[in-house]
């Protein structure tokens, strides 16, 4: 029998534990997480606010794919030479292969403590508790989490400022194009935005500018980025770089040790690149679970990075990785809607986006993405034009 043990009950952990029993592997799965509650979805939790949880699984799926699911304790040390894990709680297991899948927490600078965060449910539940008309949110950060919980927040009635040092917002990724219209959305509904505007330092009721004007509010909260968690990783000796260094097979620098999901970066069409993203998670779960039982192909991960954001009615998606300094093209994708792509000098395309009300860019953008995989090469102005219809150029790539 080999063990599989595997670090982070999260979005990668949860998904590369089924899909080793989908796979065909037999021996003992043991899926280690730090935090109590069932393996839940993160994306709702800046969206929703309701204060239920979505699980990733349900509770006796674990049972009935025989993964032992050990809640509520972290792994302390990985000692790589004996091939075993040390939990927290004095526990310790042999493994065969272990997998890291240890996720990322919210970044906060010394310079903002006191301020609220949001990566777990317990960090939503304290948000949604500021939550009321008229209250006075003041967000640090204009990028998709401080988005995303401006617009929920205003839904409660509360009054919103957000604070972004950048000259626009999503500058992290998203062309200007798109983030134009998510920051029009933003002033429609009433939200405060100040871009192009440093912040010195925050505490939970103050945001102190960088010229030195001093805001107050209720409830301050930070969505300045997140740090994947490596430390166990680096503690046991495996190389990090920007998240834990992978191969394109999401191994370590240890042959026996692998890890996915945000904790790690890894090799994008030459680029190394760690991603924070759910479809991500789920894509490098699958991947490596299949890595590690040996059954993939010899081309390593091919996955194109795909992320959403939902912000009141709008919904916002990107395919591939835009580079900040190349141009991008439009397509016309008629009046609410907004698609935009980049294609490299070569004309191969890279990225595209699209945003529109609920899920109207979702077909665009899908074909798109699968462009995007095939290594398409298109004529920008043949796909600028909105009368080329984009499933006949998906068959004939
Ligand atoms: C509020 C929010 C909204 C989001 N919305 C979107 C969205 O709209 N679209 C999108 O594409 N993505 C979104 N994301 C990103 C997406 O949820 C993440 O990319 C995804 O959850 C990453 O999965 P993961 O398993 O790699 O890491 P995580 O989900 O972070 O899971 C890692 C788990 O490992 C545990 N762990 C860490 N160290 C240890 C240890 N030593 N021992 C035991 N356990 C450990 C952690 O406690 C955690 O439970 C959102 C994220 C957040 C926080």
Redesign the pocket.
Known sequence: MTEIVI???????VRAAFSLREYGHDGAITL????SALPYE??P???AMDGTEKPIRPADAYDTAGIDLVLG????RIDPEARRVFLGNGVDLPYHMLLL????RARLFPSLRGCLT??TDSDAEAIMARLAPNTRIGIVGGG??GL?LAATARATGAKVTVVEAAPRLLARGVPTEIASIVEARHRTAGVEIRTGTGVSSATNRTITLADGETLTFDAVIAGVGSVP?TE?AADAGLAVENGIRVDEWFRTSDQRIFA????CSFVWRGTRVRL??????QDQGAFVAAAMLGRTNDGGYRHVPW????QYDQSLQVAGLFDADSPVQQRDAGQDKRIVFQCDAENVLVAAAGIGPGNSVSKDIRILEKLIERGARVDPSVLADPSLNLKRLLRAA
Do not use: H, Q, Y
């Open positions: 670090i982070g009950a999260g979005e990668c952990g280690i997480g730090a935090e993160r994306p939790l800046s969206k304790t972290d792994v302390a899948a240890t996720g990322a949001l990566r998709f989490i995303e968690n166990l996915a999901g945000d904790c924070e993203s759910w479809k991500a998670a992320f959403w954001s939902d």
